[in-house]
């Protein structure tokens, strides 16, 4: 029996949902909703009586105090004028659905029947507005629904049925299908590579001959029929395309480049972008540094902590999935990443969660049409990251917001995570894990669906009102916080002998990589427990559904393992075992639906190949703009403060909680309001210890416009000093490159400046190679992710090519040996001197200020390790010696922002004379103020410690700007001794904190 129960809050309470609709609804569209109620919906399909219902509804989804709930319509009860119903699509995961169903099990302390289902959604009764229809319908399509994944039905109050309401809406599955295995024949390259196209299997040409020859080899061929198989079937070419897939197998970073430098006519062959760039200094270091315990191979890196703990840490992206559905995507790429450091080693604790986001402009109003506007789809993405944090109990530490039209194509969405694990687990070190022949293959966590299975959901179906709407995941956050305690607490049992994650590819990958390690498997399909029936055997493979790890236990362990999980209540299904065979074995109902030699997937594939065809930016045109020395610098400051790269994101950072498991230290906001991002953060992941954790990123896309190789040097360099002015040790940094890159094969229709775009990813590695070898940084963990482009709509439906800008993250840690001796950046007391470390010269190209009057430039600013150093282990000592009150990195939007930022953040005045700041050859006030030159910071000193500093820095390039002012009014004369600014701190403050908001969207 079906039924339908609506909840609301009691009408005289406030509903701050509803009072958020209203507020976008007048921000997104200009149009006034004076009030507006939601109801919470719970469609329940169970054979539950009716004694039962009524008990259920009052004990567990109703609060008597502030809610009332009927198995009646609701909306009677209130005077509104148009009603809004939203719901997800069948197939699509509903976390809320499911915790209902186990809310309903415990409380009646027995088991539901698998066939008994709760399926969430919202009525949303818009009251007291005088909008039509057509508005209704856009406020639903473009602010309430997501048509890839919700369905959504408007009712106007004169057409209400108040007996029926919305009615029964069951977003069942139903598929209908009886799962087959298909053999295919492929008897020539172009078939398969038809069948490739369209199976959207994504096969390179290159491989396509060599998998062909593989299933023609006569040894196969007899192996093969022993177990019943002649033809490839389609488990096994989804099961390779899985493998030789650029996300699992990093062709691309793996290629050959033939670079060529059109300027000089000089050739070079780099080979292997992975092996030489990222790998070979890794390796060297590792061996210079005992503190790097893992890297290279496991989910996440992993480095020493202290001497009983070891820290994990990786990066990761989402950006397709959150292009198409931001809320889904965002929240599956956190849940995702978090799943990394749980599979690392043995398994690691979770302690941090890091965000990026790069995003078309927030008020874009131009002609192309992205599937979401940018102001929704950043909405989105925020509210995904904020669940898969807040509500699987990890602080969101961390985090960076870039706003360029190139992210209009396709938006960037990293994520990363950071974990803690015991150096030893039954006196073995917790990184070693290897699954062995003869352990037990077990499924851990949800269930496979047709969840990200790479675009070829129901390919032989055609869609309906129960088709699953299978190629978006949507991350359960609180089913995978019960499986990482579940197997934290087997991991401590030593119950475990590996574990890795289901992330890309699913089992196919998880399962695929791992067979490598123990010489082979044998996995029985039709013991995987699925989310609905009628899954094909191939779909079970490579379904990416989410909340899902791949386990090894010993048979021995089996029983307690399975005890564990049953008191944790979360799913664990014995699906296969490890054997010594040589043989990835799939059957699925006793019959063979796979049978690959695990060699073939190691050997015989060609080398990817690229051209890469590099100018000077001089040769490409650009130059350095003539700009007249402006008169109002103060305005120029205010107006910098606000502008969308450089404002405040509070509103973004108070969404995340960063003080669940209480180990914050130095916070992301700091300052008197707790409201201007610091630096670095620092956590104290072991509460008895006094030794801290600093975590940094930085990232610069506008200076790749002029060379990727000096942007991946600003980020580098950015994060070193930004652990460094909160207390961290240049000799333990560790990083994480999380690159993400626009096409870079060369077509002269499709991608005509592919071969500049691969020169620009040469550089960008070789960029990333020197600088980790100069400072010293083994790269712990990494990612690319290739095709940031995206085809959009424009005004009359032509299609539009939008690339994203060559974008690289650099995420870097490390250890605070005191946090007692931390640092944070704002000024601290009247009667401090200011000073400027390191010299500034004239390098606009790709700044805020060249960007503010429209201009790139081409004095793009450059690092020099052998002149930094020195002066960063001086920094380094100053702080352990406790001679510096505040310390600032100086980074996007050069002295002048970030000495206002650290002036908002203390809420006091300064006294600055530029004359002081080293330079580099004679520089215009301008270029002092607003040059992004890498090496400097700013920081302040306390008077009594004002000759001790000046001292300890001694033939460094440094600075006396002047005093921290009690007067709240920032002032800065030039070289002639001229005030060229002089602001209020509060109207400076005002300034930034301004959040970028945009007017309405009117009609776009």
Not at 357 to 375: D, K, M, N, Q, S
Not at 826 to 831: A, F, G, I, R
């Amino acid at each position: 029996m079906a039924v339908r129960l609506e909840i609301a809050l009691k009408p005289h309470l406030f509903d701050a949902e509803g009072f958020e609709l209203c507020r976008k609804i007048r921000d997104y569209f200009g149009w006034h909703v004076e009030e507006a109620r939601v109801l919470r919906v719970i469609m329940l399909e169970t054979g539950l009586s009716a004694e039962e219902l009524e008990a259920v509804r009052t004990e567990i989804f109703t609060n008597p105090v502030s809610q009332v709930s009927s198995f009646q319509p609701l909306a009677t009860a209130f005077d509104f004028q148009w009603a809004i119903w939203v719901g997800y699509r069948p197939g699509v995961r509903d976390t809320a659905g499911s915790v209902a169903l186990e809310a309903i099990a415990d409380y009646l302390r027995r088991p539901l029947s698998r066939h008994d289902a709760a399926y969430t959604s919202k009525v949303f009764l818009l009251q007291r507005c005088s909008l039509d229809r057509s508005q209704v319908e856009t406020i639903a399509r473009e602010l309430l629904a997501n048509d890839i994944i919700q369905q959504w039905r408007v009712f106007a109050r004169h057409d209400w049925n108040p007996d029926e309401g919305i009615g029964i809406i069951l977003p069942k599955v139903e598929l209908r299908h009886t799962p087959t295995v298909e053999t295919i024949a492929i008897e020539s390259d172009e078939e398969l590579k038809a069948l490739s196209d369209a199976r959207h299997l994504a096969l390179n040409p290159q491989d396509i001959p060599v998998i062909r020859r593989y299933f023609l080899r006569p040894e196969v061929l007899r192996e093969r029929a022993l177990v019943g198989l002649n033809r490839p079937t389609d488990v096994e070419l989804e099961a390779i395309s899985q493998a030789r897939s650029d996300h699992c197998n990093h062709n691309t970073f793996r290629g050959l480049f033939l670079y060529k430098d059109l300027d000089s006519g000089q050739e070079t062959v780099v080979n292997n972008l992975f092996k030489t760039c990222i790998e070979a200094p890794t390796l060297a270091l590792q061996a210079q540094k005992d503190w790097v315990v893992s890297v290279l191979w496991d989910n996440a890196g992993a480095a020493r902590f202290d001497e009983d703990h070891l820290y994990v840490i990786t990066g990761e992206t989402h950006n397709s999935p959150s292009t198409m559905e931001a809320y889904g995507g965002a929240l599956t790429g956190i849940v995702g990443v978090y799943r990394d450091p749980m599979g690392t080693g043995k398994g690691s604790r979770l302690i941090a969660g890091l965000y990026g986001y790069c995003v078309g402009p927030r008020a874009y109003a131009g002609p192309l049409r992205p599937h979401l506007h940018p102001r929704r789809l950043l909405d989105g993405v925020v509210e995904g990251v904020r669940d898969g944090g807040n509500k699987h109990g990890v602080p969101t530490v961390f985090g960076n917001l870039f706003h360029h039209p190139s992210y209009l194509g396709k938006c960037l969405v990293f994520v990363a995570a950071i974990g803690l694990m015991p150096r030893t687990i039954g006196g073995e070190p917790s990184e070693h894990k290897k699954p062995n022949p003869g352990d037990i293959i077990i499924m851990a966590g949800g269930r496979v669906g047709k969840d990200g299975i790479h675009g070829v959901t129901a390919s032989s179906e055609s869609y309906s009102e129960h088709t699953p709407a299978g190629h978006v995941q949507i991350g359960d956050p609180y089913t995978q916080k019960k499986m990482h305690d579940f197997l934290l607490e087997a991991r401590d049992e030593g119950l475990i002998t590996f574990i890795t994650d289901n992330g890309g590819g699913g089992l196919s990958s998880s399962i695929g990589e791992s067979a490598h390690l123990a010489g082979g498997a044998r996995v029985a399909l039709d013991r995987v427990p699925l989310k609905y029936e009628g899954l094909d055997v191939w779909e079970i493979w490579v379904s990416e559904s989410q909340e899902r790890m791949t386990v090894a236990v010993r048979p021995e362990n089996l029983d307690r393992f399975m005890e564990l999980a049953a008191l944790h209540e979360v799913e664990c299904t014995a699906i296969g075992h490890y054997e010594a065979t040589g043989k990835l074995h799939l059957t699925y109902h006793g019959k063979t639906c796979a049978y690959l030699d695990l060699s073939f997937f190691r050997e015989d594939f060609p080398q990817w190949q690229f051209e890469a065809h590099w100018r000077s930016p001089t040769s490409r045109g650009l130059t350095e703009p003539v700009m007249s020395e402006p008169t109002a610098y103060g305005r120029i400051l205010t107006e910098l403060l606000g502008s969308p790269n450089l404002c405040s994101r509070e509103w973004i950072h108070r969404q995340y909680d960063h003080e669940v498991q209480g180990t914050s230290v130095i916070k992301f906001l700091v300052g008197r309001r707790r409201d201007v991002p610091n630096d670095a953060a620092v956590l104290r992941p072991v509460l008895t210890s006094r030794r801290g954790l600093a975590v940094t990123q930085a990232l610069h896309p506008t200076y790749g416009q002029i060379d990727t190789y000096h942007m991946v040097e600003a980020s580098i360099d950015e994060c070193v000093r930004r652990l460094l002015a909160v207390g961290g040790l240049l000799d333990e940094m560790g990083g994480v490159d999380n690159f993400c890159w626009p096409s870079i094969q060369y077509d002269s229709k499709q991608n005509p400046d592919g071969r500049y775009k691969a020169a620009q990813l040469v550089r960008a590695n070789w960029a990333l190679r020197d600088m980790c070898l100069a400072y010293g940084i083994p790269l712990l963990s990494g990612k690319d992710s290739m095709y940031v482009d995206g085809h959009l709509p424009g005004l009359y439906g032509e299609r539009h090519k939008v690339s994203g800008l060559p974008t690289m993250l650099f995420t870097a840690t490390s250890i605070v040996e005191d946090i007692e001796q931390c640092l944070t950046m704002d000024l601290k007391m009247p009667e401090d001197w200011v000073y400027v470390l390191g010299t500034t010269r004239h390098e606009l190209g790709g700044s805020e200020y060249y960007e503010k009057f429209g201009y790139v430039g081409l004095s793009v600013p450059k690092a020099d390790p052998e002149k930094f150093i020195p002066l960063y282990r001086a920094v380094e000592a100053a702080v352990r010696k406790g001679l510096l009150a505040s310390c600032r990195a100086v980074g996007r939007g050069g002295l002048a922002v970030h000495g206002a930022l650290m002036a908002i953040a203390g809420e006091l005045g300064m006294d600055w004379d530029l004359d002081a700041v080293p330079v580099e050859g004679h520089l215009s006030t301008a270029t002092v103020l607003f040059s992004e030159s890498l090496g400097r910071f700013l920081v302040t000193v306390a008077p009594e410690h004002r000759e001790a500093f000046e001292s300890h820095f001694r033939g460094f390039p440094l600075g006396c700007l002047g005093k921290v002012c009690e007067r709240p009014v920032w002032t800065v004369r030039d070289a002639s001794g001229r005030v060229v600014l002089e602001e209020p701190v509060e109207a400076l403050g005002k300034a930034w904190r301004f959040e970028g908001a945009a007017g309405p969207l009117g009609e776009w």
